[in-house]
């Protein structure tokens, strides 16, 4: 098993096989904090302005795919303590780490550096991940970690409360774009996975990355991002970074909410990136159907002078197509899209 870079002392330089092409490099360009990436107060939508939020989540669903959440109703004790167990997990000696690491996607929970591939790809991203199931939490719980030793409790309350902050979001989601409520309570949300990023300092922030440009393949990430920032969107032809904004969660839209909105919502590129003095450490919450359900575009969303652009397919199908063309969003796109040309 590869050494996580967690485990690793006194790395000088950057080794030659985590540094990108020059194409792909993040590079010495400062990309600026984006002022537009909207910034959506929930508590507003329970205090009678209801509309204007969906309104605002549509809005920033459609031009940018991003948006943060912020008064959202999960406690800042509890963001906080969960952030706390995030950091310590990586902080653990390395016997402990190692004996979590696998790169059998049987397992159910993974700790592993770079991505599960490390083998066989080209470079190495800067980053150790651990990863597991969280819904339906009966399921998974007593399969996390036993160290840290709040480990199983802290993030199985915090899951709890994350898919619940999912569950609102996505009924304000389905009411602006016209759907039957209750449209996502199914199996369209049946599975949730936890994904921890910890990004050590990085000896050359621009010549490597925490995680390459890609779209999320799910319906809807809720992410917990670190007081450093580090997260970079990718809007018309430039990149933009996320400000972290304390105690908020940013929100993405994935594939198959693209799809089933038949194209009005945008499933955003992005990337993270490393800085050299700032250890970082972000959680993604990955809301996501059950493997065998049927995704299509909604039915009250077509018409005959409005046809589906995407075809009906299985979840899983469209995961394993995704993995094979390692996420690469226009081929992957293209490939589920109703009519070919
Ligand atoms: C992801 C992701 C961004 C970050 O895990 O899919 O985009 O800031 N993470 O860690
Ligand atoms: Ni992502």
């Keep these: ?33 984006s002022t537009n990436i909207p910034v959506i107060d929930l508590s507003e939508a329970q205090n009678g302005d209801r509309t204007n939020t969906i309104q605002k989540i549509i ?5 940018f795919g991003f948006f943060q959440v912020i008064n959202h109703g999960i406690s800042v004790n509890l963001m906080d303590e969960a952030g706390g167990v995030f950091k310590e ?17 049987s397992k159910t929970c993974k700790m592993f550096t770079s991505n599960v591939n490390y083998a066989t790809e080209k470079v190495h991203l800067w980053r150790d991940n651990f990863r597991h199931p969280c819904h339906p939490l009966e399921q998974w719980q007593h399969l996390w970690p036993e160290n840290p030793t709040n480990y199983r409790e802290c993030v199985g309350e915090f899951s709890v409360e994350v898919k619940k902050l999912a569950s609102r979001i996505l009924s ?3 009411e602006g774009l016209g759907l039957k409520s ?13 994904s921890i990023n910890h990004y050590p300092p990085c000896p050359e922030p621009s010549l490597a990355l ?9 319906l809807i990430t809720i992410l917990m991002q670190d007081h450093v920032s580090g997260l970079q969107v990718f809007k018309d ?15 993405n839209i994935g594939h198959q909410l693209r799809i089933i909105s038949n194209g009005k919502l945008l499933s955003a590129e992005h990337r993270a990136v490393t800085n050299s003095s700032d250890t970082r450490t972000s959680a993604a919450f990955f809301v996501a159907p059950s493997e065998e359900c049927i995704i299509e575009p909604a039915q009250a969303l077509t018409a005959e002078h409005h046809p589906p652009i995407f075809k009906s397919f299985k979840y899983k199908d469209f995961i394993s197509y995704y993995f094979a063309k390692t996420g690469d969003t226009e081929v992957v796109l293209k490939s589920f899209k109703a009519h070919k040309n």
């Design 59 to 63: 809005n920033a669903s459609e031009e």
């Design 89 to 105: 997990l990586f902080e653990m000696p390395a016997e402990e780490k190692q004996k979590m690491c696998s790169n059998d996607p």
């Design 1 to 33: 098993m590869d050494q996580l870079l967690s485990n690793r002392f006194n790395v000088g330089s950057l080794p030659e096989d985590y540094i990108f092409p020059p194409e792909l490099r993040p590079g010495d360009l400062k990309v600026p904090f």
């Design 237 to 251: 032809g430039n990149w933009i970074a996320v400000e972290p904004i304390p105690n908020a969660f940013v929100v």
């Design 210 to 218: 925490g995680i390459t440009k890609h779209s999320d393949p799910n």
């Design 172 to 174: 304000l989601i389905s």
């Design 182 to 194: 209750g449209y996502f309570e199914n199996d369209l949300t049946g599975s949730m996975v936890l």
